[in-house]
């Protein structure tokens, strides 16, 4: 398996405009996560779903964030509009629902820089 | 609410050295437990985990025993490498699902 795949792997844009972070998850994991790393805050959960469903987004720091997952196999984030305090590391993550030591497969992350 | 914490770094050892990352946890009812390590430019991937106490998780030379008691689940490594050097993020699961993460450690090992 290829792992989880997150793309772009680095964002470079300009504040105002929208950023859309994609993911593609584990074949076969029902569990899939957002995670934003900063020096400042260190590794926040944003959102995570369960079998596409959203399930806990309080870690969503404003409504300019939205994720989605429309199938299994995909997800975004996006930011709308980007301000140059977003600029992190995004991982994504996916894990198999149900397993008593549910073990995360993290992403190589999108490294976003906001001028 | 459930919690990790970890103690502060960097941690900085000369290869060979032995080492401890204290990590202890809070947590309402009986956790699961993980150590993540972080390579430079990657992402975080399971090292190690135990799911009861008394448990003892062990892989690459690392080691945690999850105690209940002291609620704490201390790494160490006998002899570091420098390819050991990362960042370690001590963890907790209470619902099988959600993970909460400690603020990390860095380790730096020197030649």
């Known amino acids: 398996d290829a792992g989880v795949i997150q793309s772009p792997r680095h964002e470079v844009t300009e504040m105002g405009q929208e950023v859309t972070l994609r993911c593609k998850p584990i074949?076969?994991?029902?569990?899939l996560f957002w995670y934003r790393q900063t020096m400042m805050r260190g590794l926040e959960l944003l959102i995570y779903?369960?079998?596409?469903?959203?399930?806990?987004d309080s870690g969503m720091p404003e409504d300019r964030f939205s994720a989605k997952m429309p199938n299994a196999s995909f997800s975004t984030l996006k930011i709308q509009p980007s301000e140059p305090r977003d600029s992190a590391v995004y991982f994504c993550?996916?894990?198999?629902?149900?397993?008593?030591?549910?073990?995360?497969?993290f992403g190589p992350g999108t490294r976003l820089t906001v001028l | 609410g459930n919690s990790v914490t970890q103690m502060e770094g960097p941690v900085t050892l000369s290869e060979e050295a032995f080492l401890t990352i204290n990590c202890t946890y809070t947590?309402?009812?009986?956790?699961?437990l993980f150590w993540y390590v972080q390579y430079p430019g990657e992402g975080l991937q399971l090292l190690l985990k135990?799911?009861?106490?008394?448990d003892k998780g062990s892989n690459k030379g690392f080691e945690a025993t999850y105690r209940k008691e002291t609620t704490s689940f201390h790494l160490e490594k006998g002899s570091v490498q420098v390819s050991d050097s990362a960042v370690y993020f001590c963890?907790?699961?209470?619902?099988?699902?959600?993970?909460?993460f400690g603020a990390g450690t860095i380790l730096r090992v020197k030649s």
């Open positions: 779903f369960n079998n596409n469903v959203p399930i806990d």
């Open positions: 947590a309402t009812g009986y956790p699961s």
């Open positions: 993550a996916s894990s198999l629902r149900g397993i008593a030591y549910n073990e995360q497969f």
């Open positions: 963890a907790l699961s209470e619902n099988g699902n959600k993970l909460v």
């Open positions: 135990a799911t009861k106490a008394d």
């Open positions: 074949s076969g994991h029902n569990s």
